[in-house]
């Protein structure tokens, strides 16, 4: 991926904060328990915006075991399992973010997969159906980087917009928690 596809991935994630219609600080300013919410209600925003209905999150069990998250393409969402947040993730590392951190930056990885790799939406010939929903095939190594290069763009400007508001407002919100 060179820089120029870094840098357009990060202008469509620039984009998609200021169409989301909320603050752009929103996900980083919310409080930890409500980061997962919080993401859920952006993805929301910036598919509606974008197709005019807002994506379907829920949890199910996911179409290959171990992974977090997934992309739904019938109906247009995202599917993640939080068990295994507890199972995988924590096995691996001892210094992991909160359960709620880490749902909200697969959510967004998600989303990064509307936005970032049209390519592993139109790969309709490889298309997961379990459970009478339709799931998006797995990516490349490529696309999952794309993904995650828009996921954390989104993180790294909306961290932007908090510090800035933090460094304008001496009143500003002590509580509010970030961890990304």
């Given at each position: ?25 929103y ?26 209905t ?18 739904l ?13 507890r ?36 790969r ?6 379990k ?50």
């Open positions: 991926m060179t820089k120029l596809d870094i840098m357009k991935i990060a202008q469509s994630a620039y984009v998609s904060i200021h169409k989301s219609g909320l603050p752009p600080d996900i980083v300013a919310a409080p930890l328990t409500a980061k997962r919410m919080a993401a859920m209600r952006f993805a929301q925003a910036v598919t509606k915006q974008m197709s005019g807002p994506a379907v999150i829920i949890e199910c069990t996911l179409p290959k075991p171990g992974y977090l998250s997934w992309l393409l019938r109906p247009l969402g995202i599917a993640f399992d939080s068990s295994q947040v199972a995988g993730v924590r096995a691996k590392r001892q210094n992991v973010p909160p359960d709620e951190t880490q749902i909200a930056r697969a959510i967004l990885h998600e989303l990064g997969h509307i936005f970032a790799t049209p390519e592993l939406l139109a309709r010939q490889s298309l997961i159906v459970d009478g929903k339709t799931f998006a095939p797995p990516g490349t190594p490529l696309e999952e980087e794309r993904a995650w290069v828009w996921a954390m763009s989104v993180f790294g400007i909306a961290m932007g917009y908090y510090a800035r508001r933090r460094r304008e407002c001496a009143f500003y919100d002590d509580a509010m928690t970030l961890c990304v």
